[in-house]
């Protein structure tokens, strides 16, 4: 690690504090260009406290930039990892307050919730497939907090992958006898289809962006437990949304889920 303690607390209120005022920021690796990935990590670890001490829960941990469209529109080719409170979530059909976000963006994803605990180093996608309850439909409302959603790696694990909403609904499905490499899915705005895809686009599987959380953590000497909620990130570009859009996805056999933006 690069930066002090201090600068690590400092960085992680000055995003906390951006997130909660809904105020942007330029990306916190131009002031700190020697900032490494411990650096990144030690940041989100620093607003999952803060967050922990305001009474929040966390309720489920994601993957993202993991589809080749997400790394080709962001310029990156790592996924990177991040959690989600409970203040995140939405009910499915339920509303979304553009007000209390930046420059929201939707990108549909398949959420994976494990029935058996998952620890790397060593996971892999028949290891996740193995230990997954089921899958279900869900859209992530990312919301980065930089400037035009302007921002390198490190900057954007320090923000917890610009996490902010979240919904899942649909039909849970077990694993068993079903490809997700194949399954195909389809994000409507406002009944328009907006982007198509399939689950190969999550790196070839969408299980092994799950084997990646797992590995990341086990290195950490963290482990993803039983009954967790995870999404594995989006298998298509981000759409902007605004005020007024309604979001549906419709995931191959698993039904669908849907938010609004008021």
């Given at each position: 690690?690069?930066?002090?303690?201090?600068?690590?607390?400092?960085?992680?209120?000055?995003?906390?504090?951006?997130?909660?005022?809904?105020?942007?920021?330029?990306?916190?690796?131009?002031?700190?260009?020697?900032?490494?990935?411990?650096?990144?990590?030690?940041?989100q670890d620093e607003i999952r406290a803060r967050k922990l001490a305001r009474?929040?829960?966390?309720?489920?941990?994601?993957?993202?930039?993991?589809?080749?469209?997400?790394?080709?529109?962001?310029?990156?080719?790592?996924?990177?990892?991040?959690?989600?409170?409970?203040?995140?979530?939405?009910?499915?059909?339920?509303?979304?307050?553009?007000?209390?976000?930046?420059?929201?963006?939707?990108?549909?994803?398949?959420?994976?919730?494990?029935?058996?605990?998952?620890?790397?180093?060593?996971?892999?996608?028949?290891?996740?497939?193995?230990?997954?309850?089921?899958?279900?439909?869900?859209?992530?409302?990312?919301?980065?907090?930089?400037?035009?959603?302007?921002?390198?790696?490190?900057?954007?694990?320090?923000?917890?992958?610009?996490?902010?909403?979240?919904?899942?609904?649909?039909?849970?499905?077990?694993?068993?006898?079903?490809?997700?490499?194949?399954?195909?899915?389809?994000?409507?705005?406002?009944?328009?289809?907006?982007?198509?895809?399939?689950?190969?686009?999550?790196?070839?599987?969408?299980?092994?962006?799950?084997?990646?959380?797992?590995?990341?953590?086990?290195?950490?000497?963290?482990?993803?437990?039983?009954?967790?909620?995870?999404?594995?990130?989006?298998?298509?570009?981000?759409?902007?949304?605004?005020?007024?859009?309604?979001?549906?996805?419709?995931?191959?056999?698993?039904?669908?889920?849907?938010?609004?933006?008021?």
């Amino acid at each position: 690690m690069n930066l002090d303690q201090n600068t690590i607390k400092q960085l992680a209120e000055h995003l906390d504090n951006c997130q909660l005022n809904q105020q942007d920021t330029l990306k916190i690796t131009e002031q700190h260009p020697d900032m490494d990935w411990d650096d990144a990590y030690a940041i989100q670890d620093e607003i999952r406290a803060r967050k922990l001490a305001r009474g929040l829960k966390v309720v489920g941990l994601k993957a993202g930039l993991t589809s080749f469209a997400k790394m080709k529109q962001m310029g990156v080719e790592v996924p990177v990892f991040g959690f989600m409170t409970d203040d995140y979530t939405v009910q499915d059909g339920g509303e979304v307050k553009v007000s209390e976000l930046i420059h929201p963006k939707v990108e549909p994803e398949i959420a994976f919730v494990t029935k058996a605990p998952l620890k790397g180093p060593g996971c892999h996608i028949g290891a996740v497939l193995a230990a997954t309850d089921f899958v279900m439909p869900g859209i992530e409302v990312i919301d980065s907090r930089y400037r035009d959603f302007k921002f390198d790696l490190k900057s954007v694990i320090a923000d917890n992958t610009s996490a902010s909403r979240f919904v899942v609904g649909g039909q849970p499905v077990g694993v068993e006898g079903l490809d997700l490499r194949t399954t195909g899915i389809v994000l409507e705005v406002n009944g328009v289809p907006m982007a198509f895809g399939a689950g190969a686009a999550v790196l070839g599987h969408p299980a092994a962006a799950i084997a990646m959380l797992a590995n990341h953590l086990g290195e950490r000497g963290e482990e993803i437990p039983a009954g967790t909620m995870i999404l594995s990130g989006g298998i298509t570009e981000a759409v902007a949304v605004k005020a007024g859009d309604n979001v549906t996805l419709r995931v191959q056999g698993m039904g669908s889920c849907s938010l609004r933006f008021v």
